[in-house]
């Protein structure tokens, strides 16, 4: 079963940029779907964005035209590129790895955005 490790939050400014990474333990190319996740406190975790095998991305209306996925095969990684940040975009952020009927979760990275 595939791992994955997310990277790269931090604390920034209102208005500032963040690049998330989501290590795979193995290839990317084999994982159906690659998907980013949040959870603020006192929230449910929310879906933002996904990528599929073939490359298609989805995102949910809050983070469109502010946040992007993508993937590097030849990494194993998936990024969440993240402009224009809000203090409301503050959470752990989470990669999912989604092969057949198993998927993996990672141990998620904190975002904090300061107004």
């Known amino acids: 079963q595939v791992q994955v490790v997310e990277s790269g939050g931090g604390l920034v400014q209102a208005g500032g940029s963040l690049r998330l990474s989501c290590a795979a333990s193995g290839s990317i190319t084999s994982i159906n779907i690659i998907s980013w996740y949040r959870q603020a406190p006192g929230k449910s975790r929310e879906l933002l964005a996904a990528?599929?095998?073939?490359?298609?991305?989805n995102y949910v209306d809050s983070v469109k035209g502010r946040f992007t996925i993508s993937r590097d095969n030849a990494k194993n990684t998936v990024y969440l590129q993240m402009n224009s940040l809000k203090p409301e975009d503050t959470a752990v952020y989470y990669c999912?790895?989604?092969?057949?009927?198993?998927?993996?979760w990672g141990q998620g990275t904190q975002v904090t955005v300061s107004s």
């Open positions: 999912n790895a989604l092969r057949g009927p198993y998927q993996s």
């Open positions: 990528i599929t095998g073939g490359g298609s991305t």
